[in-house]
Structures are given as structure tokens and as C-alpha cells.
């Protein structure tokens, strides 16, 4: 089989366009979406016939099942999907408005599960095929400041480990991506931000304070990052991108279990008197 080929939702810029120029660059074919064709046209200028550009919104389901026929059409078939449109919503939760709520949710949350579920026919009946979810550190840990965005990874985490163990004895793989903090203009222009109420200033000082003394990586080496998992023939389910989010997750679950262990007792008069399960 030569080459694969990709659909990868949120080309346009940042991660989601280094990922499809790396690979494109390897002789790979990809159908690339984004809500902004016109933004595609140098990877067309390019690459020609490798890449087909695709105007799609996630969130509308049937545009989504017509991209991705089109490219069922024009390829043949389809190796790796990488669910990367997405955003974040800057702010409390007290701030956010049902609007901004539900934005964040249908994004992020929706529109990855509007893709899988296309891909998922051509993927079961050609035997083999790999989803990618773009998840983040927010997946696992949860920041203040941005509890709606934190929702939406954890959902997208959740609904993406029972597909892994409901489709892989159809020869899918699935793995969560789960990247830190990386120099691209995720906190500048590709965020959304709620109107801030002045009781939550200390809240959003300390999350600035946070975030200024981070480390942040360098998104042109996720690309080979990327690819060694897509190559993998036993790739993970979950993978961190970024070299701190290891030490985040320890301290996480570190405090999660302290808090479970400590409170075990109540937990186990919560159980009462044990009867058997019914079906």
C-alpha cells in the first residue's frame, strides 16, 4: 500500500497545517478541511492532486458525511482521520453564556464525533484504519479559567476510549493526542473569550501568572511526533505532546487518589448491603 491517506479537520493554520504539509511532504495524500478555503490554496499551489481542500464546518453533520464521501471518491480509501478542528473558550464558568456553552460544546465535542462517525463505515468495511483525536493536557487536568474547553476534552477522552475498545476488532486503531502549552496563537486570535466579571480577576491573574512561566514547545516537532504514531503498528491510546505533561498527570492522579483513599470509608458504607446484579 503506498502512502495514506488522511482526512485532517482544521488545516488552516497552526498544528492542524503542519501536520498536513508533513504529510503531504512524505508523498501521503490528504483531504484537508477548513471553514476557509481560500486558506488552502498554497497547499494546492503546491501539492496539486495529493491534497483535495475541503470547505467544512464540524458541526454540520451533513457536510461532514458529504466531505467525507468526496474523499472516499477521489481516494479510494481513507487510512488516518486527525479530529483537530476545535477552539478554546477563555473564562470562567460563571461567565460563559448559553451561546458561548454551547459553541464550545458543539466544536469541539460534536463535530469530532460528526467526523468519527462518518469515517467509521469505509474504515470498518476496508478492514483497517487509524482515528486520531487532538486532545489536550486540559483533557486530563482541569485549569480555572477554562472549564467549558476542559469539558469538551474530557468529553472528547471519554467517548474516544469506548470507541477504541468498540472498534478494534475491526482492525481500527483510536489515540487521543493530548498536547501542552506550544508557540502557536491558541491563547491570541483562535480563541473565544467571555465577557469577565471582576470578581474572578484574581482567578484570571493567577492562571496569566501560570501560563507565564510555562515552557513552550515547538509545534513544527509535533509533526514527526504525529507521524511515528500514525506509523506505529500498536500506537497508543493515549500520547502526551510536550515533555511536561507527564509530571502534570503524576501530580493529578496523585491528588485524586490521596482524596478517594482518604474518604474510602464513606465509600464503602455507600455500598450497603451487596445484592446481585441485574441484567
Given amino acids: 500500500m503506498s502512502g495514506k491517506v488522511w482526512f485532517i479537520t482544521g488545516t488552516s493554520k497552526g498544528l492542524g497545517r503542519m501536520w498536513t504539509e508533513a504529510a503531504l511532504d512524505r508523498g501521503d495524500r490528504v483531504a484537508a478541511s477548513a471553514r476557509d478555503i481560500g486558506a488552502l490554496q498554497p497547499l494546492i499551489d503546491r501539492y496539486g492532486d495529493q491534497v483535495l481542500p475541503l470547505t467544512l464546518d464540524v458541526t454540520d453533520r451533513p457536510a461532514v458525511a458529504a466531505a467525507v464521501a468526496r474523499t472516499v471518491a477521489r481516494f479510494g480509501r481513507?487510512?488516518?482521520?486527525?479530529?483537530?478542528a476545535g477552539y478554546g473558550l477563555l473564562g470562567t464558568v460563571e461567565e460563559a453564556s448559553e451561546a458561548e456553552a454551547r459553541a464550545q460544546i458543539e466544536t469541539n465535542v460534536f463535530g469530532a464525533l460528526w467526523v468519527s462517525q462518518a469515517v467509521?463505515?469505509?474504515?470498518?468495511a476496508q478492514g483497517f484504519g487509524h482515528i486520531v483525536q487532538v486532545s489536550s493536557i486540559s483533557g486530563i487536568c482541569a485549569f480555572p479559567t477554562m472549564g467549558l474547553y476542559n469539558a469538551s476534552k474530557w468529553a472528547l477522552e471519554g467517548f474516544s476510549q469506548s470507541l477504541a475498545a468498540e472498534v478494534a476488532g475491526f482492525g481500527i486503531k483510536v489515540t487521543l493526542v493530548e498536547p501542552g502549552g506550544y508557540d502557536t496563537d491558541w491563547f491570541g486570535p483562535s480563541a473565544a473569550r467571555t465577557t469577565p466579571l471582576p470578581a474572578y480577576d484574581a482567578a484570571r491573574a493567577a492562571m496569566a501568572g501560570m501560563r507565564k512561566g510555562a515552557v513552550r514547545g515547538d509545534p513544527a516537532a509535533t509533526a514527526a511526533a504525529l507521524m511515528a504514531v500514525v506509523d506505529a503498528?500498536?500506537?497508543?491510546?493515549?500520547?502526551?505532546?510536550g515533555s511536561s505533561n507527564l509530571a502534570l498527570a503524576k501530580a493529578e492522579y496523585a491528588r485524586r487518589?490521596?482524596?478517594w483513599e482518604k474518604w474510602q470509608p464513606v465509600s464503602e458504607a455507600a455500598q450497603g448491603t451487596s445484592v446481585p446484579a441485574r441484567d
Avoid: H, S
Avoid at 78 to 84: A, F, G, M, P
Avoid at 120 to 124: A, E, I, K, S, T
Fill in 78 to 84: 481513507l487510512d488516518v482521520l486527525v479530529n483537530n
Fill in 120 to 124: 467509521l463505515p469505509q474504515m470498518r
Fill in 233 to 241: 503498528a500498536d500506537p497508543p491510546l493515549r500520547i502526551f505532546f
Fill in 257 to 259: 487518589i490521596e482524596t
